[in-house]
Structures are given as structure tokens and as C-alpha cells.
């Protein structure tokens, strides 16, 4: 019995350390939690996946598929712009004191909508944003798509896709806040 408790004891010792040791590492994982849905997507390298994101970029483009649509965007400095199946993607992109403010079309729906130090609000699709920033690329608040507000909404946006440009970021998140 006692062999058995202290077993237990190390396990959860162990396992303890583990979450802490992983807390301290980067999260490759962009996500996104709603009351209704959750999507992860792993951010490697040059590449975006999960079941509904298969996409790679060179810092010019990105390439491939999100949610069922062929994807081809190009990333300028200070736009993006393409397809995204058989819609159009046109969105410009102005740095305000450290904030991002994305202004467009995006997949057919206007994108008007900032994301910077303190917080992302706007409109993405048919969904308004209104989340308050955190530590470590951790966004908190509320959605409102169409009907009542949805909270807690937590969206994380890992620090290798925002060091690999704002257009790619602007880009990657449109496709996913646009999409749910």
C-alpha cells in the first residue's frame, strides 16, 4: 500500500514539473476557444497546420488549403492580398503606435479590426471581437456573432508566427477569426 502511494506521489511530482517545464517553453499553437468550438493550429517553421489548415509561406506568399478552400495569398509590407477559394482577399495594413489596424475585404465579408499590445477588436466576417491582451500572446474577452455575446473567447497567437511578419500573422488570423 504504501509502495503504491508513493508511486502516486512521484508520478504527480513528476507530471507537476513537466507542466511547469512546459509553461515556460514557446507554444507553437495558435488557438482559439469559444464556449462553442476550439481550434489549434501548430505554427513550424514555414508551415500552418491542423485538420483545417495545411499552409506554407516563404515571407512572400502563402500557399495551400484552410478550411476546405485553396489558399493563395501574397504578403506585401504592408498589405495582403488574393484568393482564398473563389473570393477575394484585399487588405491593408498601418502600424499606429505599435497597433496594428487592418482595414478590407476578406473571403467576401469587410475586415475592420486591430490587434496590438492591448487587445484585438474589430470586425472579422460576420463576428465582432472585443478581447483584452495578457502575457505571452494570450487574448481574453468576448465575440458577438450576430446574436448574444459569447464568452470567454480566448485566442493565443504563438510568438514564431508574429516573428515572421505582421502580414502573416494579419493574414493567418483573418483565415481563422473570418471562418468561425
Do not use: W
Not at 494579419?170 to 481563422?176: E, N
Amino acid at each position: 500500500m504504501k509502495r503504491t502511494v508513493r508511486r502516486a506521489l512521484t508520478l504527480a511530482a513528476v507530471l507537476a514539473l513537466g507542466t511547469a517545464t512546459a509553461k515556460d517553453e514557446e507554444r507553437p499553437y495558435l488557438f482559439l476557444r469559444t464556449p462553442q468550438n476550439a481550434f489549434t493550429v501548430q505554427v513550424t517553421g514555414k508551415d500552418i497546420t491542423s485538420a483545417d489548415f495545411q499552409l506554407s509561406h516563404d515571407g512572400k506568399s502563402l500557399r495551400g488549403r484552410a478550411f476546405d478552400q485553396v489558399v493563395f495569398l501574397s504578403l506585401g509590407e504592408d498589405t495582403v492580398g488574393g484568393t482564398v477559394g473563389s473570393q477575394l482577399a484585399r487588405l491593408r495594413l498601418q502600424d499606429k503606435d505599435g497597433t496594428t489596424q487592418v482595414k478590407g475585404n476578406f473571403m467576401g465579408s469587410l475586415v475592420d479590426f486591430s490587434v496590438g499590445p492591448q487587445g484585438l477588436t474589430g470586425v472579422l466576417g460576420r463576428c465582432g471581437y472585443e478581447l483584452k491582451a495578457h502575457a505571452n500572446g494570450l487574448y481574453e474577452g468576448s465575440r458577438s456573432c450576430g446574436g448574444i455575446p459569447q464568452r470567454p473567447v480566448l485566442l493565443s497567437i504563438p510568438e514564431n508566427l508574429t516573428q515572421q511578419g505582421t502580414p502573416l500573422t494579419v493574414a493567418t488570423l483573418a483565415m481563422l477569426l473570418g471562418n468561425v
